[in-house]
């Protein structure tokens, strides 16, 4: 799996979009890119994933660069339910058999919204 | 549509006592977790099940078994608890095949366990 970098910690305030990059410049071509957020004593939580095209859901836009070495997650409107830890995880989509696909979770962006 | 419930919530254990985690998913999911976070750390698995019937050891299995009930449930047992085991504890479920089985895994709200 492809290795990704993000900033450890941004804030945002409540209201504005918040913008979390994603750098992943050894992604391959079958390499998806997702994103979880893990709110404090939570669960993470699965948030959207993409190929290469922009893609968007009820919580966020995922925009990824032409060459696809990096990624931002857009939360258009960001509120103080959103403060959480962001990860940006890259893999392939397909599961071989007898693989446990466990996700990988490094250390993330920690998005503080301020009200 | 509860999603991955886990009980307990809490639980505080003496070292050498045993308990057992249970993990129900309603979404007819085939594959299942079990993850375990220390505090600053990411998860690591512990044991996980690819369908019914099947488990296998992750990357930190020693001092835990597991069990796949049936398809909605895998439970995680620990036989002699220690210290070390103190963590918050995820369970999580998977569909496997089609359009679903794309490394999108649905978490519980987590166990938190610390052994004294």
């Known amino acids: 799996d492809a290795k990704t970098t993000q900033p450890p910690s941004m804030d945002c305030a409540e209201g504005r979009a918040a913008n979390l990059p994603c750098n992943h410049s050894t992604i391959s071509g079958n390499e998806y890119v997702y994103w979880y957020r893990q709110i404090h004593s939570q669960g993470p939580q699965y948030i959207i994933h993409g190929l290469k095209n922009n893609e968007t859901n009820e919580m966020a836009s995922l925009i990824i660069t032409e060459d696809r070495k990096s990624s931002t997650l857009i939360l258009p409107h960001a509120t103080l339910r959103d403060t959480a830890v962001y990860y940006c995880i890259v893999r392939v989509s397909s599961w071989g058999s007898g693989s446990a696909r466990q996700l990988t979770f490094g250390s993330g962006t920690q998005l503080t919204v301020l009200p | ?116």
């Open chain 2, 1 to 116: 549509n509860a999603g991955v419930t886990q009980t307990p919530k809490f639980q505080v254990l003496k070292t050498g006592q045993s308990m057992t985690l249970q993990c129900a998913q309603d979404m007819n999911h085939n594959s299942m977790y079990w993850y375990r976070q220390d505090p600053g750390m990411g998860l690591r698995l512990i044991y996980y099940s690819a369908s019914e019937g099947t488990t296998d050891k992750g990357e930190v299995p020693n001092g835990y078994n597991v069990s796949r009930l049936n398809k909605r449930e895998f439970s995680l047992r620990l036989e002699s608890a220690a210290p070390s085991q103190t963590s918050v504890y995820f369970c999580a479920s998977r569909a496997r095949t089609g359009e679903l089985a794309k490394n999108i895994q649905y978490f519980g709200a987590g166990t938190r366990l610390s052994v004294l």
